[in-house]
């Protein structure tokens, strides 16, 4: 018998309305060089070990940023502060921006391999793709990270309920 005989159906709006409860950092994706450079606004993203230092990021096949990864097998990751909100916008093409024009208005630099960090960000990871896992309408992304940047202190972006936000921290 399938696994699929016995569970219970689940509508996928049901299962996106309830993980819209689940709050997550804001990151931004970023992959390519210089001249043929693409990324995204991503929640999907992960630790996963610290030795050796790894983390996961789930990417849609349709994002332009998909193919960029695969080929060259690099992206990076930058977790966005909440002063950074209009670069979360810009890579969610919110505003009609696509690849390079998506990086105006932000300052960048680079890792070693070329791969855009955002100047700035709490963090950035610069990683190597080490495995990927296809499901769907999305690959796990599993990269060894390369490269770190660190520029802690502002309050971080979240995002929770559709809408973007920060932390306040309990008493
Ligand atoms: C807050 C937020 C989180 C998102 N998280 C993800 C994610 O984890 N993975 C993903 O593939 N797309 C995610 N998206 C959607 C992409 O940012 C969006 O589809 C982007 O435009 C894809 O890039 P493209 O226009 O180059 O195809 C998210 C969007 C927003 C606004």
């Known amino acids: 018998m399938s696994a699929a005989a ?25 992959c390519g060089e210089e001249g043929a450079r693409t990324g995204l606004t991503a929640t999907a993203v992960c630790s996963l070990t610290d030795l050796p230092p790894m983390l996961l990021a789930c990417v849609n096949n349709a994002a332009s940023a998909h193919p960029v990864i695969r080929r060259t097998g ?10 950074q909100l209009p670069v979360a916008g810009r890579f969610a093409g919110r505003d009609g921006a696509e690849g390079e024009q998506r990086f ?18 709490l963090a950035s990871f610069g990683c190597a793709l080490e495995a990927e896992h296809r499901h769907g ?9 390369t490269a770190l940047r660190a520029s ?17 921290a309990s008493a």
């Open 6 to 30: 016995v569970l219970p159906a689940v509508e996928a709006a049901e299962f996106r309305r309830c993980m819209r409860s689940l709050a997550g950092a804001v990151a931004v994706i970023t």
């Open 104 to 121: 105006a208005g932000a300052f960048w630099t680079h890792d070693e391999d070329g791969t855009p960090l955002l100047a700035d960000a």
């Open 74 to 83: 690099r992206f990076a990751v930058n977790i966005l502060s909440e002063a």
């Open 152 to 168: 802690a202190g502002s309050p971080p972006l979240l995002y929770h309920e559709g809408r973007f936000g920060t932390f306040a």
């Open 137 to 145: 309408s999305h690959s796990i992304f599993v990269g060894r990270v």
